[in-house]
T-cell receptor, first 111, second 113 residues
């Protein structure tokens, strides 16, 4: 069983729609969760972090965490073509900065 | 967030040779890490670079193949030794301050022929 699992996609949404990206993790004791965006040929860029159950909003992005079900999701509202990228879910199992990354979900926003 | 630079940005090397990649941060950081991202794959942690002591390697990675140095709180190097085509990858440096959040450098794209 992988530490972090994501649907690799590709996920296509029309411009202006909501894109929903999902991630599950195996270690119930995981404490910290992160979403990174990676454009083709570029390095990962942090979008959001979330530590507590519930929703966390930042502009058009909302991260959702459900520790009981061991999943974390990212919603992108009013999707733009510039959101087209691969989105990586990362989980920190403990305070030692040991990140586990999912394989990423490729998102394409169609104009 | 940090301003992170890596050198070289890309290189083409012959098998059997070694390449040293440098990672420089514009401010002191607590943690520095080295990752590998093979084509179409996600990130795999190679090791945590520890200042003043030996790096901590993940399963499947060994010091003889990937020696790492971290002489201070703003600089680290990763050497890929005795390269083979299977080492062709993007190598990424990341850093963390006192918190957990990691920030990535621009990466080094390595092709081994």
């Amino acid at each position: 069983q992988k530490e972090v699992e994501q649907n690799s996609g590709p996920l296509s949404v029309p411009e202006g729609a909501i894109a929903s990206l999902n991630c599950t993790y195996s270690d119930r004791g995981s404490q910290s969760f992160f979403w990174y965006r990676q454009y083709s040929g570029k390095s990962p860029e942090l979008i959001m972090s979330i530590y507590s159950n519930g929703d966390k909003e930042d502009g058009r992005f909302t991260a959702q965490l459900n520790k009981a079900s061991q999943y974390v999701s990212l919603l992108i509202r009013d999707s733009q073509p510039s959101d087209s990228a691969t989105y990586l879910c990362a989980v920190n199992r403990n305070a030692g900065n040991q990140f586990y990354f999912g394989t990423g979900t490729s998102l394409t926003v169609i104009p | 967030s940090a301003v992170i630079s890596q050198k070289p940005s890309r290189d083409i090397c012959q098998r059997g040779t070694s390449l040293t990649i440098q990672c420089q941060v514009d401010s002191q950081v607590t943690m520095m890490f080295w990752y590998r991202q093979q084509p179409g794959q996600s990130l795999t942690l190679i090791a945590t670079a520890n200042q003043g002591s030996e790096a901590t390697y993940e399963s499947g990675f060994v010091i003889d193949k990937f020696p790492i140095s971290r002489p201070n709180l703003t600089f680290s190097t990763l050497t890929v030794s005795n390269m083979s085509p299977e080492d062709s990858s993007i190598y990424l440096c990341s850093v963390a301050y006192t918190g957990e959040t990691q920030y990535f450098g621009p990466g080094t794209r390595l092709l081994v022929l």
